[in-house]
Structures are given as C-alpha cells and as structure tokens.
C-alpha cells in the first residue's frame, strides 16, 4: 500500500484523474478526514471538500506508473 496527498480543484481535472486511475487492477481509495471513497467513482470525489488536500491510497506496491500519470496532482 503507497499513499500520495493530491488535489483536485476543477471538473477538468477530477475527469482527468480518473480516466487515468479507472486503468489500474487495484483498488485506489481517496481519503479525506474520516470519509473514504473509491477514487474511481466521480461521484464519489465530488462527495469530497475540494479545496482541502486528499490522500490517495493505492493497494499497491507497484504504483510507480499510477504515480508518474498523476503526479501533476501531487501536493507539492
């Protein structure tokens, strides 16, 4: 399991983020305070505060692709 703080700040991005995560064979959550949604459902992540940071949990050790593809949403 990798995490990784993002965030997502426009509908733009949020369909970006998970047409790139929906290609992955493993589960992806986004956690956000107690709330933990599948960070392949958009609906989910619009259930999500977003202008505050969201951790993504990958459950994963190979996650270096998913994290190369979606680094431009990394909290820097």
């Known amino acids: 399991m990798k995490e990784m703080m993002i965030t997502l700040t426009n509908v733009q991005d949020i369909r970006e983020f998970v047409n ?10 986004l956690v956000q305070g107690r709330y933990t949604i599948d960070a392949k459902s958009i609906m989910g992540i619009f259930s999500l505060d ?15 692709v998913l994290f190369e593809k979606i680094a431009k949403f990394a909290v820097k």
Not at 20 to 29: G, H, N, P, Q, R
């Open 20 to 29: 790139v995560v929906i290609l992955t064979d493993y589960e992806v959550d």
């Open 50 to 64: 977003l202008l505050s940071p969201i951790k993504l949990v990958a459950h994963s050790n190979d996650t270096a």
